[in-house]
């Protein structure tokens, strides 16, 4: 799984628009409107991602990409609902200590092995 380069998803993100003939503003208030994100997305987030003008999968980001339905990864789109749902049950078992959160991440870890992994070259499973 590798990251698509900002310059890509921004043109795509162009192309999106023109092709239903909205602003970045309209864009912006229509997620918004359905609150598809903790956090209201900004126009000027949205000139962002469509110049290239963004490193990484921020909330914003990710919100907008899923909205649009545009990959950050080839060859897998990351779900913002599916994080929201790990995040939550975390929060729901989680009791705020380092312990905790030791046996917490290692069974994540653990179940790695039970759901399908994209593999790199040489068979290895990607991390």
Do not use: H
Not at 33 to 59: E, H, M, T, Y
Not at 62 to 76: A, H, K, M, R
Not at 80 to 108: F, P, Y
């Amino acid at each position: 799984m590798t990251r698509r380069s900002p310059v890509e998803i921004g043109l795509e993100l162009r192309r999106w628009l023109a092709d239903r003939g909205m602003t970045e503003q309209q864009l912006c208030d229509e997620i918004n409107r359905r609150k598809l994100a903790k956090d209201r997305v900004s126009q000027s987030w949205i000139s962002r991602i469509c110049n290239g003008g963004f490193k990484r999968p921020s909330r914003q980001v990710l919100v907008v990409l899923e909205y649009v339905n545009i990959p950050f990864y080839d060859g897998i789109t990351k779900s913002l609902t599916g994080r929201q749902t790990i995040e939550r049950a975390i929060e729901d078992v989680w009791d705020g200590s380092a312990k905790s959160a030791r046996a917490i991440a290692q069974l994540l870890r653990s179940a790695g092995a039970l759901v399908r992994q994209p593999t790199r070259q040489g068979g290895k499973a990607a991390r």
